[in-house]
Every structure is written in C-alpha cells, then in structure tokens.
C-alpha cells in the first residue's frame, strides 16, 4: 500500500465513524476504497469490520448522554445483537458473496419508507395505547428483538446500512427520541462489528494495515459524528438517513 493510498484508507475511515455515529452506513465508504487499493474481497470485509469497532466505540461515548436510562434495553437488544452477529458471520464464511445482492437494496427501502413514515406511526400507536390505556413496551416486545436479531445477521454478514435498518426497527416500535435511539444503534453497531470481527480472527485473513488505518480514522470520525448528530434535529437527521440511504441503495444496485 503506496501513502496515497494508506490516506485514502484512514480518510475513508475518518468519514466511515462519522457516518456510522450519525447514520449506520460507514461501510458503504471504506469497503470501495479497500477494493480500490487492491484488497480482496473477503479480506476487505473482514478488515473493514474489525477496523471499524473503535468507531462504533467512539460514537457510543460521544453519545453517552441519550444512553441514560437504557442500560437494561441495551443489555438485552445487545444480547440480540451478538448473537445475530455470529450467525451473519458464520454466513460469509459459507454462502458465495452474491447471496445478499438482491435483497439488500430491498432491505434498506423498505428502512427508509419506515424512517420516513415513523413520526406518523408512533403518533397512531401512542392514540392506540392511550385508547386502550396501555404503556410503551420498554424494549419494543417480542417483535424488535426478532426484527435486531435479523438485521445483527445481515450485519455480521456485510452491513452496508444496517444502521439505517436498526434505526427504522428501533424508531417504530419503540417510544422514544430519534436521538435516543440513535445512542442505541451506535451500542449495537459495536457489538455486531467487534463480534464479528472477533469470528474473523479465527478463520478469515485480515490485512492489518488496513485494520489499523480505518480504526485510527473511524475512532476521530466517531467523535466528530456525535458532535454533529447530536445538534441535528429530528427532521434534519431524517433527511440525513434518507438522502444517504437511497445513495447506498443506488451504489449497491450499480455493483
């Protein structure tokens, strides 16, 4: 790897942990730029997932203040998280790299239609509850664990987006702040990624260069992120993950 190249890496990493933090799509950035200085497949994968855990720590602690008061929501979706984690890893190791090609793109659609339409949705599940005169599910019911379960595995497994689907399962069947869910989503993002690429080590080969440029990068663009996400509002933060997300599905249907 030339220093052209090594730059390219950790400034893709720098942009990687702020876009992780505030949206959920950082691999959509480094994984291109791997390919591009000459990175296999498998192996870019792999690197970028280990690479990108200090990133996903560094947002965690810039957003630590939403975090208050959801240790135990943490606790038990993170539990969930992991364990898709080890499944969506086991898949990349077993299943050719095609397998996710089609319903990705889906996947992360179907997240933003949720993103965008979530205000409306709570709205009418809050008149539903006090109509009925019941209270928010703490930790989203029997479905956001199923719904994380599945999208830590497609997580494990590539993660383009994932954020972006977190944040839809989270935002709908949870009652509380996009910022809040937000901290969440950066917890549970480095549970997938560190699990993941704790999987790797013992069957996968890394390039640790690369490793180690996109984990310096993505730790500086995870505090960057948080101090940036955290000021945004609700419907400039929506924007966000929309505008980012139909770019990560036009960059998948164009590979």
Known sequence: MTIWEAVAVCV?????GALNTIVGTGTLLTFPVLLAVGVPPVTANVSNALGLVPGSVSGAIG???ELSGQRRRVLILGSVAFLGAIGGAALLVTLPSSAFDTIVPVLIAVALVLVIIQPWLSRLA????EKRGESARPHGGVLLP??????SAYGGYFGAAQGIIYLALMGLLLDESLQRINAVKNILGAIVNGTA????LFVADFNWTAVLLIAAGSAVGGQFGALVGRKLPPTALRIIIVAVGTAAIAQQLLR
Request: aromatic share 18%.
């Open 12 to 16: 893709a990493g720098i942009g990687a």
């Open 126 to 129: 809050r008149r539903r509850r």
């Open 63 to 65: 957003y630590r203040r």
């Open 146 to 151: 199923t719904g994380l379960l599945f999208a």
């Open 197 to 200: 690429a704790a999987f790797f």
